[in-house]
Every structure is written in structure tokens, then in C-alpha cells.
């Protein structure tokens, strides 16, 4: 029976694998379901809308998809992390170069992209914190991925319980009268999956951190709630 280190290594070793393949479809799409709601959202926190996001994100996996024949994994130099990220960023500001040469141009180009301070508006529109951006969307993606395999593995209603409880923070009379349970099924559902769902974090972060270690303290202290 393979310990859950060599599982986690082997799963990691055989995405990289199976995308640097453009005809494994399945390996793709295992990808594009890992990552793609991480790339959207840091798109959106640039202030893309909802559909200039996935154009986003859909670039983004083009760009994957073209380097990853290439591709040499080196987690102690570049993990793919860091490298994913890099890339998104690269691809945001394309996308809103395009935008914003496109919006000066219809305007007769009002200060567009003449000048270099224009030019760092567009790498950074709204002043922000972009490792924070990019940790917290990491940190949203593997909890999201996380309630997915919490969702097969435990019945309907106390995966509504525990997500209602914990992940919206209703308080726990609340989720009582909404769910019209009692208030100790509600205490006990809690104390059940609670470890389930520690299991699953564990598992996403193996999933998704290609690549990384496993430190992961705050989602896990996150689980704890339950």
C-alpha cells in the first residue's frame, strides 16, 4: 500500500506528464477543472468582468498548453507555482494593453499608452497587492476543490449543515431553523465532518500545488472550525 507522500508525488509527477501530451484530453481537462477557477478569479480581482476573465483564463491555458512541450520542472529553482502565476499576470496585462488600446483609440487615444506611466497603470490598474491576490484565489481554489470531494463523500444534508456552518459562517441556531434540524444535529454533524473535510483539504492542496510543500497552516486552521 503506497504511503500518501509517494501518492502525492505521483499524482503531481503524472499531471505534469500527461499535459506536456496536447493530445491527452483527459489530462487537460483534469487541468483545466484544477485550475481554471483560480485563473478566473485573480482576473476578475484585476477588475475584469466575468467574461473577460475566461477570456483571460482560456489564454492562459493556451500559453500552458504551448510551453508545457518545453516545460522543465525544477521546484527548487521555479515551482509551478510561481511560473503559473507569472504567466496569468502576463497574460492579464495583454489583455488589458489590448483594452486599453483599443479605448484610446476610439477616444483618439486621450493619453493612452504614450507614456511609461500609462503603461504601469495597465501592469497594475488598482494599486494591488498582486502576491496576495494570486495567494488568497490559490487559497479559494484549493477550498473549493476541497468541498467537491467533501460533497461525494458525505450524505446531502449534513454537507449542507457543515457548509452552511462553516464555510458561510451561519450561526448554528441559524442553519437549525433553515434546515429544520435540531440544534444538536447540528453540533453533532459538525464534530463528523469536520475531519472529513481536514482530509479533503489535504487532498486538494496535494492536487492543486504542484510543485509546492505542504504548508497550508491557514486553510487547515480553517478546517478546525468544524
Not at 27 to 32: K, L, Q, S, T, V
Not at 60 to 75: A, N
Request: include cysteine.
Amino acid at each position: 500500500m503506497k504511503s500518501d507522500t509517494s501518492e502525492w508525488l505521483e499524482t503531481r509527477a503524472s499531471l505534469l506528464a500527461r499535459i506536456r501530451n496536447p493530445e491527452d484530453q483527459a489530462g487537460w481537462r483534469e487541468f483545466d477543472r484544477v485550475y481554471r477557477r483560480l485563473l478566473c478569479g485573480v482576473a476578475r480581482r484585476w477588475g475584469l468582468n466575468e467574461t473577460e476573465a475566461e477570456d483571460v483564463a482560456q489564454d492562459t491555458m493556451v500559453s500552458v498548453l504551448k510551453s508545457m512541450p518545453g516545460f522543465e520542472y525544477r521546484p527548487e529553482t521555479c515551482s509551478f507555482k510561481s511560473w503559473l502565476r507569472r504567466l496569468t499576470e502576463s497574460r492579464i496585462v495583454d489583455f488589458l494593453r489590448r483594452r486599453q488600446s483599443a479605448e484610446g483609440g476610439r477616444r483618439g487615444v486621450e493619453g493612452g499608452l504614450g507614456n511609461g506611466k500609462a503603461v504601469e497603470q495597465v501592469a497594475d490598474p488598482h494599486g494591488l497587492d498582486l502576491e496576495a491576490v494570486w495567494e488568497a484565489e490559490w487559497r479559494e481554489a484549493v477550498v473549493e476543490l476541497a468541498l467537491v470531494k467533501l460533497k461525494c463523500r458525505v450524505r446531502p444534508q449534513p454537507y449542507q449543515i457543515f457548509y452552511l456552518l462553516v464555510v458561510k459562517e451561519q450561526s448554528a441556531r441559524e442553519v437549525a431553523r433553515r434546515l429544520g434540524v435540531s440544534l444538536a444535529r447540528v453540533y453533532v454533524t459538525r464534530f463528523r465532518v469536520a475531519p472529513i473535510f481536514s482530509r479533503c483539504l489535504a487532498e486538494a492542496q496535494r492536487q492543486i500545488e504542484i510543485g509546492e510543500g505542504m504548508a497550508g497552516s491557514r486553510l487547515k486552521g480553517r478546517s478546525s472550525e468544524g
